[in-house]
């Protein structure tokens, strides 16, 4: 029976060995070629002509940035072909087009048609003859939605020629990345006298067009000013702190101790966090989001934060108002509640990331913070295979430390009980890499 048993096992753990390389897999965005790809037909030889260069690229480059959010376009992109003749039968070209689409996993949406007709190359030969350049910002097709980070762009130029029908000459890719930057302190509360160190990761340094590029400041609602002044950032991650003047906590009637870090790339504010400031950190109280609905929000839909908050036993300072903050980007919203307040709700105006906050003060214009993330739309990608991660993970470490513990009963031809221990302990292994893996995601 206990042979049977750990056969059973062994068969499969190999499965889950083998389902855990395709959730790998399924966790790299596909490889897409970002070298114009030139292709003859009907006597000609299609090319790019972005930046003068022909024959050169068709797009003018090889990733480009999305919004944070669906109201806002992301970089602009840039396409122009080229062709020249390869042969002495060459057709009369009539129209030249260009197609771009965006796509993303096994979806895919057209975003750009342009045409162009009446024997647009002339009596152009022998020579590389540039199509004209057409423009098309990073937008999603559908209102109200993101454009995935990890999607890429697909475009084509083709001609027409006199009495034949379209073909392609040129096409190119480009990839899609996230223009979302974070911002997050190293602590939710800091004393006066000490360094609040705030962290940042962003998706680029600056823009190749106009050279601008991120920026990030700290505004200190004691003072009500810029305790950091606007900041560029040079490095994609890095951190710089602030020493907590006794001026960031006051104790007037409408006290707010709070050091807001704002991320801001050329022109749009990008993220935000709060810190709280106190004269000690053992006599703050405690506030902490216990739920958030519904679990799968949608664009349009009313979302609910529920919370609780304890008065500090030391203390004994009673609750005196409540602020709750969220934002897409930056602030969108901030509002203070009454001390009795333990919910809040708002409508999910467009997909993305909503950042809410939740700050409970009490008597002594001492504050505590929570804060959650809450994704608006379609799940990212990576969700459902991380936590598949965590648990093929677990399986296959147990699984491995019984065929160790249980070599002796469990004999393979060819293996022995050796071999059964070395097998079992590799399994294990890839079970404890799998769990590591998953954890540091959760850390990072």
């Keep these: 029976m206990v042979k049977r048993l750990l056969l059973g096992l062994v068969v499969v753990a190999v499965v889950l060995v083998a389902l855990a390389a395709g959730v790998g897999l399924m966790e790299t965005f596909p490889a897409v070629d970002t070298t114009t790809n030139r292709i003859q037909n009907a006597g000609w030889e299609g090319a790019g002509a972005t930046g003068g260069t022909m024959p050169g690229e068709l797009l003018d480059d090889d990733e480009y940035v999305a919004s944070w959010s669906p ?7 840039t396409i122009q072909g080229a062709v020249h003749d390869v042969g002495t039968f060459e057709c009369l070209v009539e129209s030249i087009r260009y197609d771009v689409s965006l796509h993303f996993g096994a979806k895919s949406w057209p975003v750009l048609a342009w045409e162009r007709g009446n024997n647009p190359l002339g009596a152009q030969v022998g020579q590389w003859f540039p199509f004209p350049s057409v423009q098309w910002d990073v937008d999603h097709p559908e209102t109200g939605r993101l454009v995935p980070h990890g999607s890429y762009v697909h475009a084509t130029a083709s001609i027409k020629c006199a009495l034949g029908s379209w073909v392609t000459v040129a096409e190119d890719n480009a990839v899609i990345v996230s223009g ?8 939710s509360t800091y004393q006066v006298g000490e360094k609040a160190s705030v962290s940042w990761d962003i998706p680029y340094v600056s823009d190749d067009a106009s050279g601008t590029g ?8 004691a003072q009500n000013k810029e305790v950091v002044p606007l900041t560029r950032l040079r490095t994609l991650t890095g951190s710089m702190s602030y020493t907590v003047s006794p001026l960031d906590f006051t104790q007037a009637a ?18 935000f966090e709060t810190a709280t400031t106190v004269d000690a950190t053992s006599l703050i109280p405690k506030v902490t989001i216990t739920e958030v609905g519904p679990r799968d929000a949608m664009q349009g839909d009313t979302v609910t934060v529920k919370w609780t908050v304890e008065v500090n036993p030391q203390s004994k300072s009673p609750i005196q108002k409540v602020i709750v903050k969220y934002g897409y980007g930056g602030v969108d919203n901030e509002k203070e509640l009454p001390a009795g ?12 990331t909503v950042h809410f906050e939740v700050i409970a003060y009490d008597g002594g214009c001492r504050a505590a913070i929570d804060m959650v993330d809450i994704r ?11 936590l598949l991660l965590l648990v093929l993970g677990v399986v296959l470490l147990v699984i491995g430390l019984l065929m160790a513990v249980f070599s ?19 399994l294990a292994g890839v079970g404890l890499v799998l769990i590591v893996t998953f954890l540091g995601g959760l850390l990072a």
Excluded: H, M
């Design 180 to 187: 979302i930057g974070s911002v997050r302190w190293s602590k």
């Design 214 to 221: 991120w920026s990030l400041y700290v505004y200190g609602s």
């Design 408 to 426: 002796g009963k469990l004999p393979v031809p060819g293996l022995g009980r050796f071999g059964v221990v070395v097998v079992g302990f590799v």
């Design 254 to 271: 409408d006290c707010r101790n709070e050091l807001t870090v704002v991320l801001r790339n050329e022109l749009w504010d990008k993220d």
């Design 341 to 352: 307040d333990s919910s809040f709700s708002f409508v999910a105006t467009a997909e993305g």
């Design 71 to 77: 109201d806002l376009v992301g970089q602009r992109v």
């Design 376 to 386: 608006i739309g379609e799940p990212e990608p990576e969700e459902t295979t991380d």
